[in-house]
């Protein structure tokens, strides 16, 4: 099996190594060795090629035809797209770990594969070396989902877990993230969520059925996440997470991405650092939880490898859901959850009740309530809340409320809270 390799950062050099490493294993498993007979990458990089041919012409790697698959590991949209587009046209099978481009164009490019009779891989695109896209296109195929929970961007929850173990400022814990090979080239792709709304959209459409419609997800970043915000919430039981929640409702699938408490004691709280979960619940097995490294380089090219030796062995591709077309995206206006506010407001007596009957003005139910007893500074205190669950655009109205009140004297901060985590 000879490959072609696009790309030549984190990934890639993790499955040049692997590759090696593991060459006996691969050749006992499916009977010939995999070999990267050419590379093309913009940036030439000092990495051992093994002998590989070495090019900058990226699209020209795609129409060589002394390949046998094509692996796409460059990332970003542009010619990464070109690249898999030209290399389906040509009737080669690719593997991609590129979650951009299947987020927005998922739905073309299997068509195209189907239509051309070759595999298009996709395991390496989410939560690195979890085998989470094979859990729900094999393993999981003939069970109906209910719902895919999931903290899948490395860095975020890196970033977040250093902030709470170690009071870690935010960018001191993003630029180790950084060196550790684990953010995005742009690292607003992880913080701001957009790396993760692409997982989930992806994961989605899989396990529902839906289109891939990255634009379909509602995401919202860590960036606004205080060490105040990670103080309360352990005091009230509860840690914060970067999830990725898409649920089958009766009114619609939600697809949303923000940052969430979650109970202290579950399993996906106890998920930390670069390492991701996916917790699927679904009519048979009830719960399952995926547990592994999200991001890195041999971790993901784990998942490459997976796709390469499916190939080799002659797998059948894998299948998605016959689109279900009547299952529509709901609004996050529509979506209900619990929510925890900070309200910060000047210590004076009375403002704990006038919050207290907004929020039951909304049929807003509190479920526990922190108040400090001494002013921290300009006589100002917080008043944190958490909600009963509510739908979003009810709680829209009650922060509105709450931020007209004279004795609230900053922004109310709210955080959605997920009590369904495993
Ligand atoms: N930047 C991504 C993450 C890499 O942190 O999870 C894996 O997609």
């Known amino acids: 099996m000879r490959i072609g390799l696009a790309g030549l950062g984190t990934v890639a050099q993790g499955l040049l190594t692997l590759l090696k490493e593991n060459r006996e294993q691969i050749i006992a498993v499916c009977g010939q060795p995999i070999d990267v007979v050419a590379v093309a990458s913009r940036t030439r990089r000092e990495v051992d090629l093994a002998g590989a041919d070495f090019s900058h012409d990226v699209l020209a790697l795609a129409k060589r035809n002394d390949v046998d698959v094509l692996v796409e590991l460059m990332g970003g949209e542009g010619i990464a797209l070109e690249f898999v587009d030209a290399a389906l046209n040509g009737g080669k099978p690719v593997i991609t770990a590129n979650k951009a481009i299947l987020a927005s164009h998922g ?67 993003l630029a180790k993230a950084q060196q550790l090979g684990y953010a995005e080239a742009d690292p607003h792709f992880d913080v701001g969520s957009i790396d993760a709304a692409h997982k989930l959209a992806i994961l989605a459409a899989l ?24 103080t309360y919430a352990k005091e009230l039981g509860y ?52 547990h592994g490294p999200g991001a890195g380089g041999r971790a993901t090219a784990s998942s490459v490898l997976a796709d390469l030796l499916s190939l080799v062995r002659g797998d059948r591709p894998i299948r998605r859901l016959a689109a279900a077309t009547t299952q529509r995206v709901l609004p996050i206006e529509a ?81 959605r809270v997920e009590h369904a985590a495993a």
């Open 107 to 173: 739905d073309r490019l299997f068509e195209l594969a189907a239509t051309r009779g070759v595999m298009l891989g996709i395991e390496a695109s989410v939560a690195g070396g979890i085998p989470i896209i094979a859990a729900l296109t094999r393993s999981l195929a003939g069970n109906s989902v209910e719902r895919v929970t999931g903290i899948i961007n490395g860095t975020c929850n890196y970033i977040l877990s250093a902030m709470s173990d170690r009071g870690e400022r935010f960018e001191d814990a």
């Open 239 to 290: 840690c914060i997470k970067q999830l990725g929640i898409a649920r089958r409702t009766a009114a619609g699938v939600e697809m949303r991405v923000h940052p969430t408490l979650v109970p202290l004691g579950t399993m996906l709280s106890s998920v930390n650092g670069v390492m991701n979960a996916v917790q699927v619940n679904d009519n048979a097995t009830g719960s399952l939880l995926f």
């Open 207 to 230: 396990a529902f059925g839906i289109p891939f419609d990255r634009a379909a997800v509602y995401a919202e970043g860590i960036t606004d996440v205080t060490p105040d915000d990670i």
């Open 335 to 415: 979506v209900e959850s619990a929510a925890y506010l900070r309200i910060p407001v000047i210590d004076q007596p009375g403002v704990f009740a006038r919050i207290a009957t907004i929020l039951s003005e909304h049929g807003i139910s509190i479920e526990g309530a922190i108040q400090r007893e001494r002013a921290i500074a300009d006589r100002k205190v917080p008043i944190v809340v958490v909600t009963q669950p509510v739908r979003e655009a009810v709680m829209i109205k009650a922060v509105a409320a709450l931020q007209a009140l004279p004795a609230v004297v900053d922004r109310v901060r709210r955080i």
